[in-house]
């Protein structure tokens, strides 16, 4: 939701900002590279204001990628990188299924 808003106003060359308790939060710009042993650089990179909105759009990547039929290698996955090259968050785009917390054996 916020990544739609924040690409529409950089189209424009606009500066656009969150404000948390009237101050400005600054734009950071989060790079989204898809990763499936050899990495496919993201070069561009995004704007948003808070980390948490960078994770949500790689997210939002990530079920993009499942629902492409031409894609199915399970280790595939989405990594947020910060302005200085920090991994900050890595979405798989297959995850793991749920496993159950209790097993059916025997207790002696």
Same mark, same amino acid.
């Given at each position: 939701?916020?990544?739609?808003?924040?690409?529409?106003?950089? !189209?424009?060359?606009? #500066?656009?900002? @969150?404000?948390?308790?009237? &101050?400005?939060? %600054?734009? =950071?710009?989060?790079?989204?590279?898809?990763?499936?042993?050899?990495?496919?650089?993201?070069?561009?990179?995004?704007?948003?204001?808070?980390?948490?909105? !960078?994770?949500?759009? #790689?997210?939002? @990547?990530?079920?993009?990628? &499942?629902?492409? %039929?031409? =894609?199915?290698?399970?280790?595939?996955?989405?990594?947020?990188?910060?302005?200085?090259?920090?991994?900050?968050?890595?979405?798989?785009?297959?995850?793991?299924?749920?496993?159950?917390?209790?097993?059916?054996?025997?207790?002696?």
């Amino acid at each position: 939701m916020g990544g739609r808003c924040i690409r529409k106003a950089r !189209a424009f060359g606009a #500066s656009v900002g @969150l404000f948390l308790e009237g &101050r400005r939060v %600054p734009m =950071r710009t989060f790079y989204f590279d898809i990763q499936d042993g050899v990495p496919s650089r993201d070069r561009r990179g995004l704007e948003f204001p808070l980390t948490s909105l !960078a994770i949500e759009h #790689s997210k939002e @990547l990530a079920r993009r990628l &499942r629902d492409d %039929p031409r =894609r199915k290698d399970p280790a595939l996955s989405v990594v947020v990188l910060n302005e200085d090259g920090a991994e900050v968050h890595r979405e798989p785009v297959y995850p793991d299924p749920p496993t159950l917390g209790m097993t059916f054996e025997k207790i002696g």
